[in-house]
């Protein structure tokens, strides 16, 4: 439940009640490719500029589905999350399917890793907040 309500604060543009579930070591794994979401992000400041780039961009997510196995001290959470982002105009510009799975420690995401049903639509996406003049966040 906290996770789905984090979710709609990071919708809101309020990235802070996600990034506090985040343990100051933990890594974020994102598909490669040429888009500013891609590598490695470890640590929760390199996760901070993840979350901040994903609401520059405009991108709303929903969580469909979540399963968790293990104990408090190390759990494992897998979600199916839906995102999409909407141009100035309204118009559509990037939705895809997502399978993420986390792993805590003590309440605390340690690891994340992101699965996408199409990472081509991420460049898309990349494409598109270029022409729309979106810039990464370089802090």
Excluded: C
């Amino acid at each position: 439940m906290k996770f789905r309500s984090d979710v709609a604060a990071l919708n809101r543009g309020d990235y802070g009640p996600l990034l506090a579930g985040y343990a100051e070591d933990a890594v974020l794994t994102f598909n490669d490719g040429p888009h500013r979401f891609s590598g490695e992000h470890r640590g929760r400041d390199a996760i901070e500029k993840f979350l901040k780039n994903f609401v520059a961009a405009g991108l709303q997510g929903e969580v469909l589905e979540a399963w968790t196995k293990g104990p408090p001290w190390a759990l494992s959470i897998a979600a199916r999350f839906n995102d999409r982002a909407l141009a100035p105009d309204g118009r559509e510009i990037y939705s895809n399917q997502v399978m993420f799975r986390l792993r805590t420690r003590w309440g605390r995401v340690v690891e994340q890793q992101d699965f996408y049903l199409d990472t081509v639509r991420m460049n898309e996406l990349e494409r598109s907040l270029t022409e729309l003049g979106v810039d990464p966040v370089d802090d």
